[in-house]
């Protein structure tokens, strides 16, 4: 018994070990407080736990845990959570439509049993490839739309200028100071030629400053100059008026400036004769350099990168050889602003002058009016609600009304008849036994 007893006791301690070793990783003869390394790492220097790089675990392989690795503050990691939700949501969106666009084409596509049995929806099926073809076309215009839109359009016109002045002599029995002295007032008003636009452009619009220059020797240094200028809150008007003092007649000079839009400049005079251009605007000027350089090939053959300059350009841009992506900033130096239009115009006292008006044609450039067309196409949608409305209509056509085809199942099915047949029965017998009631007759 003492035998049975020892053999099974060193039986429950060999299975207690062997229960720790599996689970806990105590080797025998380990202390109680050990554990096993984790299998396939190094066993490391000994010491205390996590000795070396505070970064990097014993028993963790380096791909795990990087020293130059640090932390994501959890706000960067919200951040980042919350853009991957938006990229995700904005892609199943487009998806989404992609597959609604598709899925409504295959809808309006009719089953092949159906050309079968009936041959003449073969002209349904040719109307669905025109409608395919016409709507890639649609679409191609409305890119090449969009792409005009981007470039200015714009279109010469006339623009008529009228210089008139009145003069009011001197009165003697006037009460106030102003009829007392003699004075002129010189008037200056424009309209647009042929303009059959419905809102019709101020005259002031059409320029970015106005100088009107007297008689220096009449008026003085500090009074002989009558000048308006465009600032960002200014007032449109459809004239100027100026008035001053006088009984003589006066020369002056008007100084237009045109606001051109998008902004034109003046050419070097050395760059204006290779050209062939006085005033334009930047894109065109640099567009025509591109021409020159072309049709004179002085592109470099092997940089094309690079332009060998001939005398002409030596001379203007003062280097043998340039990149085509410096000509911008060099041109800067080469550009002025534009000369304004000078009309000199004499104010005349005299009441036998009849003729006290003049007239100017000035060429100026406005909105094509086709761009506004243009645009209008681009926004509309009634046309697409439209469209969309008849594919709808087209679709239920083809494709059925579902609901409608689920009730019309259900009135159908082999029951139907006997559920019929006892709701009638019942309401028969409700009715029945109410007039029995009523009349107190009792069917036995």
């Known amino acids: 018994m003492a035998t049975d007893e020892v053999t099974g006791g060193a039986r429950k301690a060999t299975k207690s070990k062997l229960f720790e070793f599996l689970v806990h990783g105590v080797r025998p003869g380990m202390p109680s407080g050990a554990r096993m390394p984790h299998q396939g790492a190094p066993m490391g220097p000994p010491g205390p736990p996590y000795v070396g790089s505070p970064s990097v675990r014993p028993g963790m392989p380096q791909t795990v845990m990087e020293s130059t690795r640090k932390r994501t503050a959890p706000q960067q990691v919200q951040q980042q959570q919350v853009q991957q939700q938006v990229q995700q949501q904005q892609q199943g969106t487009q998806n989404r439509t992609r597959s609604a666009k598709r899925r409504k084409m295959a809808d309006k596509i009719l089953p092949q049993r159906i050309r079968e049995l009936v041959p003449e929806s073969q002209a349904y099926m040719d109307l669905l490839a025109f ?257 969309t409305a008849l594919d709808n209509k087209v679709m239920t056509d083809v494709v059925g009304n579902p609901e409608e085809e689920r009730r019309a199942e259900f009135y159908h099915e082999p029951w139907s008849q006997e559920a019929v047949s006892r709701y009638f029965y019942c309401k028969i017998q409700q009715r029945r036994q109410e007039l029995e009631q009523s009349l107190g007759v009792r069917n036995t």
């Not at 020797?217 to 009074?223: F, K, R």
């Not at 990149?323 to 041109?331: A, D, G, N, T």
């Open 131 to 387: 409608e395919r073809k016409l709507d890639q076309t649609i679409m191609r215009k409305r890119v090449d739309i969009q792409e005009a839109l981007k470039r200015p359009m714009k279109q010469k016109r006339k623009l008529r200028l009228y210089i008139s002045n009145t003069f009011n002599p001197a009165k003697s029995d006037a009460d106030d100071s102003d009829g007392s002295i003699a004075s002129w007032e010189l008037r200056v008003e424009g309209k647009l030629l042929d303009d059959l636009s419905k809102q019709k452009r101020k005259f002031s619009s059409f320029f970015k400053s106005l100088v009107i220059e007297l008689d220096k020797d009449l008026y003085g240094p500090d009074n002989h100059l009558v000048e308006w200028h465009r600032t960002p809150t200014t007032q449109e008007t459809d004239g100027f008026q100026v008035k001053r003092p006088g009984d003589v007649s006066v020369r002056c000079t008007l100084l237009l400036m045109l606001d051109y839009q998008p902004p034109q400049f003046k050419l070097d005079p050395r760059l204006a004769r290779l050209l062939g251009i006085h005033t334009q605007t930047r894109s065109a000027i640099i567009q025509a350099l591109w021409q020159y350089i072309k049709t004179n090939k002085l592109q470099d053959s092997h940089d094309k990168e690079y332009i060998n300059c001939d005398k002409y350009f030596q001379q203007i841009f003062d280097c043998p050889r340039l990149k085509f992506s410096e000509i911008p900033q060099r041109l800067t130096n080469l550009l002025l602003p534009p000369d304004p239009i000078v009309i000199n115009h004499i104010i005349s006292v005299d009441p036998n002058d009849q003729k006290k008006t003049a007239c100017y044609d000035i060429d100026v450039e406005v909105e094509d009016p086709l761009k506004g067309q243009m645009s209008s196409f681009l926004l509309s949608t009634a046309n697409q609600q439209e469209i």
